[in-house]
């Protein structure tokens, strides 16, 4: 009977670990990725790092005192400054034809801003003006004085929530000023007495839109922020309150008799009190976690994190108190699975000789959504267990509904993607406000009600949000170029790829053509040709380079490259003109669209823009486009790479053409931008063979072709040695892992057994084979000159693609060895040794940069290192930089990569747009003196 029972709980506890273990490296939540249906095109981002005046509105703004002191007492002489100073500084809005603005409530303030689609539900964006009380001997400067320290703008005020006014005001004044033209009708509403009930300010706010019959799409307000070191190796995590706390004030009092405290009673009012209060401390309201919001926060979290906090949390059913008992054990997660209860003052006593005839306290109970008043006044009675004590509800808030967060909630989505395009490396998850806001004054307008501040803090810093040293980092996102709104950026681009700048073989090029695209580049960019940072140069007749001197000279410049030649074409193979830049179905087709004028025209569409925002560069760099790249490069970049040399120049970084961003790597795998950090080299080797010439009618054993075939044949029927693992191509596959269904991540993160069968399946196809190995490509064979005849020569050309991990010497003598033929004679044509490995790790500066303008503008790919398989003119410049880095911002398939090269080359109008975007970006990015500014990213 014991046997049979250890055989039922074994098999039981080995069903269960499989279970655990499957849902742990399974588990995902739907809803974590951007919706594709809710992908917009990406808008334009004010650039506050050039425009310091926007810093100074804002600081400005900090200096006013609207402090609320408690229920209907608040700095109504600051209030009113305040409002005078926002109605100046942003005439734009005051003035526009859509918007309609209003004061309520005498301090508060309500746009209404009119779209063009009165079929479309507004949406109402708010915050409020006023701020908590200080204790201004423990701040580090005076808290209205908007100090500029390090980076840091303190003041009270800076996160909540003068941060959030100003930055929508700003946003709105900003887009009137561009032209914007709203199609959906919205609010703007700033209430005055938010931190002491809002019942001034945004209670008549939506008492106002009520009168009116507004019922809205959705509400954003404050709330949640983007939490840093919320587990340890995580990425920041953005909150999206979905659901807010209740609160209770509750009064404990006792009532006793007075008397000397020379003859004290058995129990005091005081003791009485304290003995309550103590049992309210000791006994916790009840663990509700899971049965609110709080657990979709971290089963949304649990694909991201490591293997144990993953299985505990993809595990809930299972391991739902150990988590609880975790989160229970740190105030700021306790708060999120339980009701929680602060007693906030206890008050008794007038004398120190005289016996208390009362005690007073407050309880701030802040409570779960999963609970009511009733159900924590029930478990409060039952605690205390003493009817000498009066319990009294001073006030009440219940707790909100849960607003949607499924894939059909447009607000929750559009709040998501906006964080998603502004801060490209966080997680986004649903989350629970464990504080008030105003937004339950709007609950009857809609049930689609979310709570964000778009402000980074980690643990140690949360509490000064209503305590000392309030303060915000200035570090401003970037500014997007909106191409959609600039039709020219497009045209200038087509005509680009008209000019017909074919390279054919080394030396000969189409040199009137090359001409002609470098007028037109002058004409086109008359700001960058003008600007007294640039120096212009055309180096060997036809290829150019700018300097770009920035400010701080202590700072090691950078590079970015490309070419103006593009590879012939078969004109007849292609849907449309080659050189007609034909504009079908959203896409350019020419030659050139991807390799590479597609570089050449985005950094300088990118740079023209920078320099007209006034853009001062603080690190100095070069961009230079070589002419002959497609045939070598050494007409070209060789000559540019000199030119430098001789003037001492060393490099931070270069960044040339290179991996794309692939759709459709792996199935259900987001997009993969590669960034090549390695280049496989080269080497042309030609094979002939010498006999004798014949008549056809009397054959040899062995033709001179025969020897030649029978050598190819052995060839390619013997691949060159498997590499994978030793190169590059391993930290691709190692960093994409961790994303990839059970199987492939099992077979990837555990290549050190696997790695034969995944170098195995890597090598049945020749899009993925060339990571495996050195790649060998028969692209040439001739002999004969007459059908009847036997020729006495044959000739090949083998090209070889050579893996980083060998060396051209190794391949030739594999070759030999293969062969094994001594009438095959091997003659190396000309070689290109594979690159050195350029760094990619935490603090190289260079691939941080890239990658982190890469996720910047395209917010769902996964960005890693790569093994690029073609040769690029970054050879010439390798005594320049060990950092050399490849990358063209441009989508393909598998089955579309071919066109790079091949018939139909193309590219969408949207893509380029977002080309331009991050090339902008790399400039403003690479101007940071470090690598922590950049938001470097694991």
């Not at 490099?651 to 987001?670: A, R, S």
Request: with cysteine; hydrophobic share 40%; net charge neutral.
């Amino acid at each position: 009977m014991l046997k049979r029972i250890a055989v039922c709980v074994c098999s039981s506890l080995l069903v269960i670990s499989v279970v655990v273990l499957i849902r742990t490296f399974t588990f995902n939540i739907k809803n974590d990725t951007i919706s594709p249906c809710q992908q917009t095109e990406k808008h334009l981002k004010i650039d506050v790092e050039t425009n310091s005046q926007k810093i100074d509105i804002f600081r400005q703004a900090l200096r006013f005192k609207t402090i609320s002191w408690s229920p209907g007492v608040y700095e109504t002489e600051e209030l009113t400054k305040f409002r005078l100073f926002i109605e100046q500084t942003y005439p734009t809005v005051h003035k526009s034809p859509f918007v309609k603005y209003e004061v309520v409530a005498n301090y508060s303030m309500l746009y209404t801003v009119e779209g063009s689609d009165k079929k479309l539900f507004p949406y109402l964006l708010t915050s409020h003006l006023d701020v908590v009380p200080v204790t201004e001997e423990n701040w580090k400067f005076d808290p209205f004085a908007a100090e500029l320290h390090e980076g840091y703008i303190y003041g009270r005020g800076a996160i909540d929530v003068k941060g959030s006014v100003m930055g929508i005001m700003e946003a709105l004044e900003h887009a009137l000023k561009s032209g914007f033209k709203p199609k959906r009708s919205f609010f703007i509403a700033f209430g005055h007495d938010e931190e002491v009930t809002g019942y001034d300010g945004a209670y008549h706010i939506a008492q106002t839109l009520e009168s009116r019959g507004v019922q809205l799409e959705y509400l954003l307000d404050e709330g949640l922020s983007i939490a840093k070191d919320f587990f340890k190796g995580l990425h920041p995590v953005a909150m999206i309150g979905v659901a807010e706390k209740g609160q209770a004030i509750v009064k404990l009092s006792v009532n006793g008799t007075a008397g000397h405290s020379a003859i004290p009673h058995g129990e005091s009012v005081i003791g009485i009190l304290s003995g309550a209060i103590h049992r309210i401390e000791s006994n916790p309201q009840p663990d509700l976690f899971g049965t609110g919001v709080e657990r979709a926060i971290f089963e949304h979290l649990a694909p991201k994190l490591p293997f144990l906090p993953r299985m505990f949390l993809s595990n809930l059913w299972l391991f739902r108190p150990l988590v609880s008992w975790v989160l229970s054990r740190q105030p700021t997660t306790n708060a999120l699975i339980r009701t929680v209860n602060a007693v906030t003052r206890f008050d008794a006593g007038i004398k120190d000789n005289v016996l208390s005839e009362s005690a007073e306290a407050v309880v701030d109970y802040r409570i779960h959504p999963s609970q009511t008043l009733e159900q924590v006044f029930d478990f409060h009675r039952k605690i205390i267990n003493d009817d000498r004590v009066k319990t009294t509800l001073k006030n009440y808030i219940a707790p909100s509904l849960t607003s949607p967060y499924d894939e059909a909630s447009f607000g929750y989505h559009t709040v998501k993607n906006s964080i998603r395009e502004v801060f490209p490396d966080v997680l986004v998850v649903p989350g629970v406000t464990i504080g008030n806001t105003d937004t339950h004054h709007y609950k009857h307008l809609t049930k689609s009600i979310y709570r964000f501040i778009p402000a980074v803090l980690t643990p140690e810093t949360a509490n000064m949000v209503h305590g000392d040293n309030e303060k915000i980092s200035k570090t401003a996102e970037h500014s997007k170029i909106d191409v959609g709104t600039n039709p020219q950026i497009v045209e200038n681009f087509r005509q680009a790829l008209r000019f017909k700048t074919i390279a054919w073989s080394p030396g000969v090029y189409e040199t009137e053509e090359l001409t002609k695209l470098r007028l037109f580049i002058e004409q086109t960019y008359p700001t960058v040709q003008k600007s007294p940072f640039v120096k212009y140069e055309v180096v060997a007749n036809y290829s150019l380079l700018y300097t770009i001197e920035g400010s701080d000279k202590t700072l090691t410049p950078y590079l970015l490259g490309a070419h103006l030649d593009v590879v012939p074409v078969t004109e007849e193979n292609w849907k449309f003109d080659p050189f007609a830049a034909e504009l079908h179905e959203g896409y350019i087709y020419g030659r050139g669209a991807i390799d590479v004028k597609l570089g050449v025209m985005g950094i300088l569409e990118a740079l023209e823009h920078a320099l007209k925002s006034g853009f001062k560069p603080k690190r100095s760099f070069f961009v230079a486009f070589g002419h002959d790249e497609e045939v070598s490069g050494y007409d070209g970049a060789f000559h540019i790479a000199r030119t430098l040399e001789r003037r001492g120049v060393k490099l931070e970084f270069l960044f040339d053409e290179g991996l794309m961003i692939i759709k459709d790597f792996f199935k259900g795998l987001p997009p993969v931008a590669m960034i090549g950090v390695v280049e496989k080299g080269q080497a042309i080797v030609k094979l002939s063979v010498n006999g004798t010439a014949g008549h056809s009618s009397a054959p040899p054993t062995e033709s001179v072709i025969g020897i030649l075939s029978a050598a190819i044949c052995n060839i390619e029927s013997n691949p060159q040695p498997d590499m994978f693992g030793t190169g590059a191509e391993r930290a691709s596959f190692e960093h994409l892992a961790p994303k990839l269904p059970f199987i492939p991540r099992v077979l990837l993160s555990n290549l050190w057994l696997f790695r034969p069968l995944v170098s195995w399946f890597l090598s049945r196809k020749p899009a993925t084979n060339t990571f495996v190995r050195t790649a060998s490509a028969v692209t040439r064979f001739n002999s004969g000159i007459k059908d009847n005849v036997i020729p006495a020569s044959a000739e090949a050309v083998l090209n070889h693609r050579i893996h980083p991990s060998q060396t051209v010497q190794q391949v030739i003598e594999y070759d030999r060895k293969i062969i094994n033929d001594d009438r095959v004679k091997i003659t190396l044509k000309s070689s290109l040794d594979p690159s050195a490995t350029s760094p990619y790790d935490d603090n190289s500066f260079g691939y941080h940069t890239l990658k982190n303008s890469i996720r910047e503008i395209y917010t769902d790919v996964l960005v890693v290192p790569g093994l690029m398989i073609a040769n690029t003119d970054t050879h010439h410049y390798k005594h320049m930089t060990k950092s050399i880095y490849r990358f063209n911002p441009a989508f393909v398939t598998p089955e579309t990569a071919s066109m790079v090269h091949g018939d139909n080359e193309r590219i969408s109008v949207a893509n380029f747009e977002k080309a331009v975007n991050f090339y902008y970006h790399v400039i403003l990015n690479s101007d940071h003196d470090k690598l922590s500014s950049t938001k470097k990213k694991s």
